[in-house]
């Protein structure tokens, strides 16, 4: 929260957070005001586990905002969440709050407690940055990217993909014991593909699985097969958890 900004009401973080421990939650989203010129707006910015818990109906939520069809966006602010997750924060100038959010609401919706009321907090829309972001490419850009990978995941979830990741960059799943990651379009370009190619071409001495191209839909992917019987997310959570046994690395240790 800004300077600007406000709980609602005494109890307005202890509720959120009974919302998680009653659940037994990573993480609770709660619903916002908005003040604007010194008075608070009329329509009010609630969580609905119906929009938030179901990847299609998120999509059209974050598509609609992103395009500026409606004002009410996806209330990311109103969240808290569990530590030691090992969740990364996006490392983007705007819209970083939507990008932490939708990915944690597509891939651990079941994990999310919604907390509609009370009220958690009123955020102001007079402040320097705030008119600063909205004025800025960036803010608008950010947006349409967030509405893209928003249909993407979806897509893939629809489709019952193996998912292994989704990230700034890609989304990798398994199929077919191939792992494969397809870049974002403004994430891998033709020019990026043929350096990497010259790389990890085959006449180095690198212990880096072999990679195959392929331009799909416009975007580039590339799988490596993958050979064995335990899922890779799997396999990484086990050697991690090992290694903290053995305290060979640090139970600080962060994944995701």
């Known amino acids: 929260m800004d300077a600007d900004d406000e709980l609602f009401s005494t ?6 957070w009974k919302s998680a421990k009653k659940t037994n939650s990573k993480a609770a989203i709660g619903s916002n005001k908005l003040r604007k010129n010194g008075k608070i707006l009329s329509e009010d910015n609630i969580a609905d586990s119906n929009e938030l818990k179901h990847h299609f109906e998120l999509t059209k939520l974050i598509e609609k905002f992103a395009s500026g069809r409606q004002k009410r966006e996806l209330p990311s602010c109103n969240l808290i969440l569990r530590t030691n997750l090992g969740i990364r924060y996006p490392n983007i100038r705007s819209a970083e709050d939507h990008w932490l959010v939708t990915k944690l609401l597509m891939l651990h ?4 407690a919604i907390c509609p009321y009370p009220i958690y907090a009123i955020y102001s829309l007079d402040g320097d940055d705030t008119k600063k972001n909205k ?4 803010w608008l850009d950010q947006r349409n990217r ?14 019952k993909r193996h998912i292994l990741g989704m990230g700034m960059e890609g989304t990798v799943w398994l199929q077919h014991n191939q792992v494969v990651k397809e870049f974002y379009p403004w994430t891998m370009s033709d020019v990026k593909v043929q350096e990497i190619k010259i790389l990890l071409s085959s006449d180095k001495d690198i212990p880096i699985p072999k990679v195959t191209w392929q331009k799909y839909g416009g975007m580039w992917r590339y799988q490596t097969a993958y ?8 396999k990484i959570a086990k050697k991690i958890n090992s290694s903290i046994s053995h305290k060979t690395v640090s139970s600080r240790c962060r994944y995701s």
């Open 11 to 16: 109890d307005s973080l202890e509720a959120l």
């Open 135 to 138: 004025s800025n490419e960036i």
């Open 146 to 159: 967030l509405s893209y990978i928003a249909r993407t995941w979806s897509t893939l979830l629809t489709t």
């Open 109 to 112: 919706s079941s994990d999310i």
């Open 227 to 234: 050979n064995g019987k335990t899922m890779p997310g799997e």
